[in-house]
């Protein structure tokens, strides 16, 4: 990207401004270390001053008719998706990903916008009679109110999409805290609805330092009646916890632990085609990522070749170089850990097939095969988060289901083989999605959620409005 010129303050009331006490802070290019831009730290009361917008638009933009939030949203979704390659380009800046992976990032966050433009419409209430005659019952939803909605840096543009396109379309107003890593998709996405005519104060950005206590503080307010995070099943569980203190409603988006199970008689060139697309997608650093690849004995040599030509195939480099299709970690950290899983895992048995960090540099981590996974070992029961598929041989259909099933998360799994054996397997799996015979699940027309500790509600499909919706019984004389 030729140098970065979008916003760099927050977004409080309908208007771009820096933080009260005029800090700010760096945002980096991973794959280069330089400096991007500086942009805006929030102070305390830069959040209570959004908390105070988005409070005062609440009573209007509720009342706001659903036509009229619906073509906003509309709007939104045709903004972007004009200015797609312009978002895909901030995104590969300060997230590092490759290309590829940012325009379609770009595209599938638009499809939110379009999405709720239709949902926010199509609210659904209902009308039934009492079994025993005395009454009539009358179901409506109403809009839950000030929503905080916090987002991770692995799907920048998507995250706040999924979030702030249903909470609008729900009539919520609402307060954005994107991660600090990448403030710049958040703040372009907030520019877009501003120019797409968003009244002042519904929806609101904040980028406070040190994060922590700002969320506390916003969460203890009385007009924040929701909360909307995705991120690592650590941080939820604190905000669980700090949500339970006012009883706010919380639909939680955290970690997963994705298996991935290679039935026998699968179809190979299916199975390959899933397993890049399940493991390589954002590079490896998705929630829905394949973390797990148990292959049975009867096609392990096979798959172990096939996926190597397939991974060997993958050009390693930075983004801003369109045709490269493996790009940098979010940070160091990122990549040291990745690293540190690997050798971890080597020192627990498992053999380098391919890749490992001696071919990398920076930020930067290659496509790597790891063979001889012990099922419960380090990087088994970790979220990789990182270009490398870690395989587990197994012998037994039903110890594949066992293995799978034994995490404490439940985000999502992915099953190939013949389709009713892999249909029937599906069933049986422990997780809140499952791909049969494919590799990419994610569809704003579709609930995404997890079960156990990968999360609570559902975003996305008819669900994800019901998330900013409360239900309300009215009983009516019969
Ligand atoms: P993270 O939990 O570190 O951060 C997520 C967000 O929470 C960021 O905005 C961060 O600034 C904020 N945060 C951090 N500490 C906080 C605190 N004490 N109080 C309030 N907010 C705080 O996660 P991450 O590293 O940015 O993202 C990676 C994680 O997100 C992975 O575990 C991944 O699986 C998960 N994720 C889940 C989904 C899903 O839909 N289930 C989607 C994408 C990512």
Same mark, same amino acid.
């Given at each position: ?102 325009? !379609? ?19 659904? /209430? ?18 839950? /109110? ?64 040190? !994060? ?6 916003? @969460? ?17 569980? +604190? ?5 339970? $203190?006012?009883?706010? #409603? ?5 970690? /997963? ?15 390959? =085609? ?54 940098? @970690?979010?940070? +160091? $950290? ?21 890749? /490992?960090?001696?071919?990398? #540099? ?18 088994? #029961? ?13 012998? *037994?259909?039903? *110890? ?10 439940? @985000?999502?799994?992915?099953? %190939?083989?013949?389709?009713?054996? =892999? ?29 156990? +500790? ?7 499909? %008819? ?12 009983? @009516?004389?019969?």
């Amino acid at each position: 990207m030729t140098a970065y010129e979008g916003p760099t303050d927050l977004f409080i009331n309908g208007a771009w401004r820096a933080g009260a006490d005029g800090r700010r802070f760096p945002v980096l290019d991973p794959a280069t270390g330089k400096l991007l831009a500086s942009f805006a730290a929030a102070a305390l009361e830069d959040c209570e001053a959004a908390v105070d917008a988005a409070g005062d638009a609440f009573p209007s933009w509720s009342a706001t008719p659903p036509r009229e939030r619906s073509e906003l949203l509309r709007r939104v979704f045709e903004l972007m998706t004009a200015e797609a390659e312009t978002l895909a380009a901030i995104i590969v800046a300060e997230n590092g990903k490759a290309w590829p992976d940012a325009i !379609v990032e770009a595209k599938y966050s638009a499809e939110f916008f379009r999405w709720f433009a239709e949902e926010a419409v199509r609210i659904p /209430g209902e009308y039934r009679g009492s079994p025993s005659g005395d009454k009539r019952i009358v179901v409506t939803h109403q809009s839950i /109110g000030v929503s905080l909605l916090i987002t991770p840096w692995n799907f920048p543009a998507a995250m706040a999409a999924r979030k702030i396109a249903p909470a609008l379309a729900a009539g919520c107003t609402v307060v954005l805290k994107p991660a600090s890593e990448t403030p710049l998709t958040a703040a372009f996405i907030v520019e877009l609805l501003n120019r797409a005519r968003v009244p002042a104060g519904v929806v609101n950005l904040v980028t406070p330092k040190p !994060v922590g206590p700002a969320v506390e503080s916003m @969460l203890a307010d009385a007009r924040v009646r929701k909360l909307s995070f995705t991120g690592s099943t650590e941080v939820g569980r +604190q905000l669980l916890a700090s949500s339970a $203190r006012r009883v706010v #409603s919380t639909s939680m988006e955290l970690g /997963g632990n994705a298996p991935l199970v290679v039935l026998p008689g699968a179809d190979l060139d299916v199975a390959i =085609a899933g397993t890049v697309d399940a493991k390589m997608r954002n590079g490896g650093s998705a929630c829905t990522a394949a973390n797990r690849i148990y292959v049975h004995a009867s096609l392990h040599e096979e798959f172990l070749a096939r996926l190597t030509d397939r991974f060997l195939a993958f050009t390693l480099g930075p983004g801003s170089t369109r045709s490269n299709t493996l790009g940098a @970690l979010v940070s +160091q $950290r990122e990549r040291d850990k990745v690293a540190e899983l690997v050798e971890t895992a080597v020192g627990e048995g498992a053999t380098i097939v391919l890749g /490992g960090a001696d071919e990398s #540099s920076g930020c930067f981590y290659p496509a790597t095969i790891l063979k001889g996974v012990a099922h419960g070992s380090t990087i088994n #029961s970790t979220e990789i988060f990182g270009p490398v598929a870690a395989i587990v041989r197994y012998d *037994d259909v039903e *110890d594949a289901l066992l293995m799978a099933n034994d995490s404490e998360f439940g @985000l999502s799994a992915y099953v %190939f083989g013949p389709e009713g054996d =892999a249909v029937r397997f599906a069933f049986r799996l422990q997780s809140g999605m499952v791909g049969v015979n494919r590799g990419v699940i994610s569809d704003p027309a579709a609930p995404f959620g997890g079960v156990k +500790q990968s999360g609570l509600g559902r975003e996305g499909g %008819f669900e994800g409005i019901l998330e900013f919706l409360e239900t309300q019984y009215l009983s @009516l004389p019969a």
